[in-house]
């Protein structure tokens, strides 16, 4: 087969993937633009340049939100369900974090029996059905009086973060000098200090990669907030947009849908974007390396 | 001069002693984190199968054994009837969807991230682009996917009717995701349009691994490519797919957002989490429902050691200090 | 006082076991060399000497004190690592002053230790940059300083010098020398696998193989009166002639050895008879290779640039008082 041939087929083969993975957006993106009855007509490139469906969807209160609103918090509707997903996968991001710091610094420093137990045991907690957990979890909920409350998201996303992050985390410690840490140790470091002086200047890109790991799979959890929340103000994103209801039962507001998943997944593309390489370099330790 | 005697061990220095100390107390708070999240409601729930407790009296289950996963009433008329799980005739539709769901997805997005990664490791110009466009997929949320592809696959306005009715691929528009004989298709597509990019960027780095110098050499003994990609490359990358491999078979079988949100109610695509759900909240029976989160979790524990002993597959890689 | 003294010491990781048994006093003031081929044990006992690994069975005492458990910051020791293991995000003047931090001195008292290490290292423009901005020399010789603030009573140097090129290493062995006379009251013990380097640093040489120590004693002491057949094999470069057979019964031994200096090229019908194989001209030395017919050609060093033409017949004469006489089992030979 001629050599041009070949080049010819492999681009081919790159523009097929590079449309079949960024076409659903991209029509996401048109559709949105399109308002009324402009869009039940099917068009494959953008025709109308609308914002209606996104003002729609950016309502607090049954009025447009201002700049007022959010200063004085008085949001609702899908702005608000936008804030909550923000403060919950923050918080929990930030709870796993400052939890699996240290737990790392032991898993991938300190030789002791049973660390290798402890490793696999971490492992197969993410490996848990969320849903055999669930039964579990509403009675906790339940009895701590966290039902439809933000904690109670915090509460449950842990198990997943958590092992997610100790298991990144502790792969990238592994990989830090060993001799670093013994000039510590002669110089008088304790393993607090060592931890706080040296391995955490250094592993900072590598906080910053898991955090937002961390995030993105919180953000994106569906079935506990789905459980777990009663009414719109406590709602999360995913669970928000999966019940987005129109003016009767049986019309679809595809518009307003398409625009709440483009100002829901827009920040999460540029973020993973921006961190590409970092991303994938913590995709693939705690995936590939093991 | 080694002396006949065995040396007597000595023990730990203080330097030894206080990083042990260290250790555990580092330990502590991960430790009761995952007891209070993560094993506590485990054991509860698996106990909830052991009861016929109702959703909205949690705390007023009575014991029943194994009477959800399999009970037995015999009739007056000496016809013994069987109740449970195990005989559920919708549970077991259920497994039957997810291993299907997890076989199918799992093959072909590896196949498919294969050559992505394939070509995606050989250097072109614009590759930096590509890499960008298939994160694309995966920094979507699992929700907002599901709605961009039920608009796509909508019946009357969805653009993907249109394309196969212009191509010719069909002669009438398809309800995609409210069809039982393509429903699974329609979950499997978006799942796979999801997924890949990550198998895909896996494979990569387990490409990327492989030193240059083998292909060279191969090249130099004029090696024909196709051999080339079975006998080396394959074999080199084997063990980074295995883990990819498993990390998404295992994710296969929990799936729950996509089913539920893409096609809602549909008993051709309803899965294991699915249906578990629903009988703890939607019929209100959280033993019942328990029972079967119970035995899916089983399902996987048993795939996974199966898995790690026949592969032989290390996921910890604990060999260093 | 800074003695060490090593009793029966032990190391063993897992079944394996590494130091086996050694025995050794390090005087006060002293530059001591551990040497040997890789997997001797040299390295680790360096670190059991500094604290990083536990001893399995055996004593350590410094001063007469037993130290077996007592963590590294308390021994009064400063380790020199071979990658020079500087904190990278830290800047010169902070790596120096982190081990002084710790332990609670004021910044008075920190800065003046600093300076004074920094001037005689001659690293004083240095002190405001990261180590990713030094060359490998300058990070070595910050490592060094950093150790030198710690004011220990015992340095030590874990092959300083096997990440530097050739003659990076030449100069910083100049001043490690250096360093040693301007603090002569505090002990140096110094792992290298390179006898060139113990050989012009050391005190007193120490040669491990496998765990032991074969010969202790100083450079001459090692060149001169080597007290087995490896410790012979092993200092001294090029490596030293042996030959048994015909030749050592000649000398009423089992196996003699002649170093490469003390022999010399004369008319075939002198001395051994040979034939010249090969010839290596450094320009300030040669050295000739000859087949005497032995397992390996023997290497006879001459001054100056030689000229012989492969094949060339030539009697080789060894100095009859350098001979050293070995027994059966490798010791020297009774006289």
């Known amino acids: 087969m001629p050599a041009s041939v070949k080049t010819g087929a492999f681009y081919l083969f790159i523009a097929a993937i590079v449309t079949f993975a960024v076409f659903p957006f991209y029509y996401a993106i048109i559709t949105s633009f399109k308002t009324g009855t402009a869009i039940f007509d099917i068009s494959y490139l953008p025709t109308s340049f609308g914002l209606e469906n996104y003002l729609s969807v950016l309502k607090s209160g049954g009025k447009a939100l201002t700049w007022d609103d959010v200063f004085h918090f008085n949001i609702s509707g899908f702005p608000l369900n936008f804030v909550n997903s923000v403060i919950i996968s923050t918080l929990v991001v930030c709870l796993a974090l400052l939890i699996a710091v240290t737990a790392s610094f032991a898993l991938s420093r300190v030789r002791f029996r049973g660390r290798g137990l402890l490793m696999m045991t971490i492992l197969s907690v993410s490996m848990f059905p969320q849903v055999a957990v669930l039964p579990g979890l509403f009675e906790i909920i339940r009895a701590l009086g966290l039902f439809n409350k933000m904690p109670a998201l915090i509460f449950s996303y842990t198990i997943f973060t958590l092992p997610f992050t100790v298991w990144v985390l502790t792969t990238f410690m592994r990989d830090l000098p060993v001799e670093i840490e013994e000039a510590a140790i002669v110089d008088g470091a304790s393993p607090w200090t060592i931890i706080t002086r040296i391995f955490l200047p250094l592993l900072w890109p590598a906080l910053v990669t898991t955090g937002l790991l961390a995030f993105i799979a919180a953000w994106n959890e569906f079935l506990y907030a789905l459980t777990f929340t009663l009414d719109n103000a406590h709602r999360t994103v995913p669970v928000a947009i999966s019940q987005l209801t129109g003016a009767s039962d049986h019309e679809i507001p595809w518009g307003p849908i398409m625009a709440a998943s483009v100002i829901v997944t827009l920040p999460l593309i540029v973020l993973v974007l921006i961190f590409q390489r970092k991303i994938i370099a913590g995709l693939t330790a705690g995936g590939v390396k093991g | 001069m080694p002396q006949a005697a065995a040396p007597r061990n000595q023990g730990l220095s203080d330097l030894s002693r206080e990083r042990l100390r260290s250790a555990w107390i580092f330990l502590f708070p991960m430790c009761l984190a995952l007891l209070i999240v993560a094993g506590w409601p485990l054991m509860r729930s698996i106990w909830f199968g052991f009861t016929d407790t109702v959703t909205d009296h949690i705390g007023e289950g009575d014991f029943i054994g194994f009477g959800n996963y399999l009970s037995s009433k015999t009739l007056p008329s000496g016809r013994t009837i069987y109740f449970g799980v195990l005989v559920d005739s919708e549970w077991w539709n259920a497994v039957w969807n997810t291993v299907r769901f997890a076989v199918l997805s799992v093959v072909c997005e590896t196949a498919l991230g294969m050559c992505v990664a394939l070509a995606l490791n050989a250097s072109f110009p614009g590759r930096g682009i590509v890499r960008a466009a298939i994160l694309v997929p995966w920094a979507i949320p699992t929700i907002v996917s599901a709605k961009m592809w039920a608009w796509m696959l909508n019946d009357q306005f969805g653009i993907i009717n249109d394309f196969f009715l212009r191509i010719g691929l069909i002669s009438h528009k398809i309800a995609f995701t409210a069809t039982d004989a393509t429903s699974m298709g329609a979950v499997l597509a978006v799942d796979i349009w999801k997924t890949t990019p990550f198998m895909a960027l896996l494979i990569l780095a387990g490409l990327q691994q492989i030193p240059n110098d083998i292909y060279e050499a191969a090249a130099i003994d004029g090696v024909h490519p196709l051999k080339v990609f079975w006998r080396l490359t394959l074999p080199l990358v084997r063990p980074a797919v295995m883990v990819a491999v498993i990390f998404r078979f295992m994710d296969a079988m929990r799936i729950f957002d996509l089913v539920y949100v893409l096609t809602p109610n549909s008993s051709a695509t309803k899965t294991m989490s699915v249906i578990a759900r629903e009988n703890m909240f939607d019929f209100d029976k959280l033993g019942y429902g328990s029972a079967m989160s119970t035995l899916l979790f089983l399902i996987l524990l048993i795939s996974i050691i199966l898995y790690l002993r026949i592969g032989r597959v290390d996921l910890t890689n604990d060999g260093g200090r | ?335």
């Open chain 3, 1 to 335: 006082m800074s003695e060490i003294e090593l009793r029966n010491l032990r190391k063993s990781f897992g079944s394996v076991d590494v130091i086996k048994g050694v025995d050794m006093t390090i005087h006060h003031g002293e530059f001591m060399v551990f040497v040997g081929p890789s997997g001797c044990g040299k390295s680790t006992l360096l670190r059991l000497i500094a604290g990083l690994e536990d001893i399995t069975s055996g004593d350590m005492l410094f001063d007469g004190k037993v130290v077996n458990k007592v963590t590294p910051k308390d021994r009064g020791i400063a380790m020199v690592f071979q990658s020079y293991a500087l904190y990278p995000h830290m800047t010169v003047y902070e790596n120096m002053a982190f081990g002084m931090q710790l332990s609670g001195n004021g910044k008075d008292a920190i800065d003046k230790r600093i300076h004074e290490a920094s001037d005689m290292l001659q690293i004083t423009p240095y002190l405001k940059r990261l180590p990713k901005q030094l060359s490998g020399g300058q990070r070595q010789r910050v490592a060094i300083g950093r150790a030198i603030v710690r004011d220990p009573k015992v340095f030590l140097f874990d092959e300083p010098l096997s990440n530097l090129d050739a003659a990076l290493r030449v100069a910083t062995r100049l001043e490690i020398a250096r360093l040693h006379e301007r603090m002569h009251e505090t002990t140096m013990i110094y792992v290298t696998h390179d006898q060139v380097e113990a050989m012009t640093l050391a005190d007193r040489i120490c040669v491990l193989r496998d765990g032991l120590v074969e010969q202790i004693g100083t450079p001459l002491e090692l060149y001169e009166r080597p007290q087995s057949l490896f410790v012979a094999g092993f200092i001294g470069s090029p490596k030293m002639n042996f030959l048994d057979g015909k030749y050592a019964a000649d000398y009423r031994a089992t196996t003699i050895g002649v170093r490469a200096e003390h022999l010399e090229i004369g008319a075939p019908d002198k001395g051994w008879p040979g034939k010249v194989v090969h010839t290596e001209n450094l320009g300030a030395d040669s050295y000739v290779y000859a087949d005497l017919g032995t397992a390996e050609p023997v290497i006879v060093r001459q001054n100056g640039t030689t000229r012989f033409d492969n094949g060339k017949a030539v009697g080789i004469i060894p100095t009859a008082a350098l001979v050293h006489r070995f027994g059966p089992d490798g010791r020297p030979a009774a006289a």
